[in-house]
């Protein structure tokens, strides 16, 4: 007499044992399965990186304020390094004006262009800066160096313009009397110079995160059959 033979289970079909389970929580030994799981999981595809955003709008509030400081610097500098606008005032019908004593001299183009040159100059140094300090950048980080930097070349050139000469030429002209040189007021003509600061920051910056700033970890698949496949349930 033989016995009943079972029939085959379907296909494709996995027994409750053979099914892959999660693994248990709690420390997995080295070098088991659920470890090489367990350390791939733990690359933080779920995790937040970084600070949280009230450290990092602090932070970004301290860069602007400082960064904008810099103003300072950068006003006493454009009133000594820019080129001198020579006048010279005269009386017509018992009426002051004012001209240019070299009306072919490009020494306004000059003022502007030191002004330019001397905010780019501040806004590759103060990326720089704020990219050695902190290097993992961020949306508010960069906002915070741009307006910075707009404030600081606003800064700068109230500045210049209040230790530069007297703005009432006509009142110089009077003090200095007839015929006589003077210098005229320090005058921004192309105020497009006052986004050079902001704008190399910018620039420099993002160049700089891009080529040396921190890099997001990739995720590392652990070799082996894949849990709940054939191979891994021994078949």
Do not use: C
Request: aromatic letters at 8%; zero cysteines; hydrophobic letters at 50%.
């Amino acid at each position: 007499m033989t016995a009943p033979l079972t029939p085959p289970p379907p296909p494709h079909e996995h027994s409750a044992q053979g099914s892959w389970q999660p693994p248990a929580a709690g420390p997995a030994a080295p070098g088991s399965q659920h470890a090489e799981y367990a350390e791939y999981a733990g690359h933080g595809w779920y995790g937040q990186d970084g600070p949280g955003m009230k450290t990092e709008l602090r932070e970004a509030a301290v860069i602007t304020v400082a960064v904008a400081l810099g103003g300072v610097l950068l006003g006493v500098l454009w009133w000594w390094l820019a080129p001198h606008v020579p006048l010279v005032g005269d009386v017509v019908e018992k009426n002051w004006v004012v001209y240019l004593k070299d009306t072919e001299g490009e020494q306004a183009i000059g003022v502007d262009g030191t002004f330019t040159l001397l905010g780019l100059g501040f806004g590759a140094v103060s990326a720089l800066v704020v990219f050695l300090l902190r290097r993992r950048g961020g949306v508010p980080l960069v906002v915070g160096l741009a307006l910075g930097g707009l404030l600081g070349s606003l800064l700068a050139w109230r500045v210049g313009v209040w230790l530069g000469p007297a703005e009432d030429v006509i009142a110089h002209a009077r003090e200095v009397g007839r015929g006589v040189t003077f210098d005229a007021p320090l005058k921004l003509g192309a105020k497009g110079a006052l986004l050079a600061w902001p704008l190399a920051a910018l620039v420099l910056h993002l160049g700089l995160m891009a080529l040396f700033g921190p890099r997001d970890p990739e995720p590392e698949f652990a070799a082996g059959p894949y849990p709940g496949s054939a191979a891994a349930n021994g078949r």
